[in-house]
Nanobody, 125 residues
Framework: QVTLAESGGGSVQAGGSLRLSCTASERTFTTYDMGWFRQAPGKKREFVAS????????DYADSVQGRFMISRDIAKDTLYLQMNSLQPEDTAVYYC??????????????????WGQGTQVTVSS
């Protein structure tokens, strides 16, 4: 059974930074691809970033490329999302997810079978 728990959300002003953490159950990072998604009120859940099981490189949504960075610490069973230069449009509930991604389908929610409860990020102008 995979469990995921996000933390690190909060309220910041535009231009600020936050680092989200996702603590996973043991062996999650050696079994699954990982992703970060977000959902703003009234909108669909959207892809933010992902990191593959077999690579340390990340994939990013165009809207966060160059501002956000995904990483993981396997020894600590923790996934991170460093968010810099935050903008009001980044306001959302952020979720981490685990799954098995095939091909280039990393941006879809479909491959991810395990989700955390989410953490709120609010960016004010």
């Amino acid at each position: 059974q995979v469990t995921l728990a996000e933390s690190g959300g909060g309220s910041v002003q535009a231009g600020g930074s936050l680092r989200l953490s996702c603590t996973a159950s043991e062996r999650t990072f050696t079994t699954y691809d990982m992703g970060w998604f977000r959902q703003a009120p009234g909108k669909k859940r959207e892809f933010v970033a992902s990191i593959r099981l077999t690579s340390s490189a990340g994939d990013y949504a165009d809207s966060v490329q160059g501002r956000f960075m995904i990483s993981r610490d396997i020894a600590k069973d923790t996934l991170y999302l460093q968010m810099n230069s935050l903008q009001p449009e980044d306001t959302a509930v952020y979720y981490c997810a685990a799954g098995i991604v095939t091909g280039s389908n990393y941006h879809s929610t479909i491959p991810y079978g395990y989700w955390g409860q989410g953490t709120q990020v609010t960016v004010s102008s």
